[in-house]
Nanobody, 121 residues
Framework: QVQLVESGGGLVQAGGSLRLSCAAS????????MGWHRQVPGKQREVVAG???????NAADSVKDRFTISRDNAKNTVYLQMNSLKPEDTAVYYC???????????????WGQGTQVTVSS
């Protein structure tokens, strides 16, 4: 069994900051890419940022100057530091990771349950 558990969401005023965390646990042999997505009701889920196992990052144009993704491989955890938040950043944020389970020879994508981020104007 593999789980991704997110934390750190909440309500913040525009211009404020939040830090999301997502910890993977269970029978994990290895983790490849990790990332964050977000979804607003009625819209498709969109990619926010991603990070490879060796630390290379990418981010959506809408957030790249404000959000920073990082990871701690020893803790199987990925973070999203969100600064200068805007009302349009309001969404449910999901983490995802490509994980190889113990005893498996392939990677599968696992998702967290989502954490709400609300930015008030």
């Amino acid at each position: 069994q593999v789980q991704l558990v997110e934390s750190g969401g909440g309500l913040v005023q525009a211009g404020g900051s939040l830090r999301l965390s997502c910890a993977a646990s269970g029978s994990i042999f290895g983790i490849n890419g990790m990332g964050w997505h977000r979804q607003v009701p009625g819209k498709q889920r969109e990619v926010v940022a991603g990070i490879t196992s060796d630390g290379r990052t990418n981010a959506a144009d809408s957030v790249k100057d404000r959000f920073t993704i990082s990871r701690d491989n020893a803790k199987n955890t990925v973070y999203l530091q969100m600064n200068s938040l805007k009302p349009e950043d309001t969404a449910v944020y999901y983490c995802a990771a490509a994980i190889r389970k113990t005893g498996s020879n392939s990677y599968s994508t696992y998702w967290g349950q989502g954490t709400q981020v609300t930015v008030s104007s």
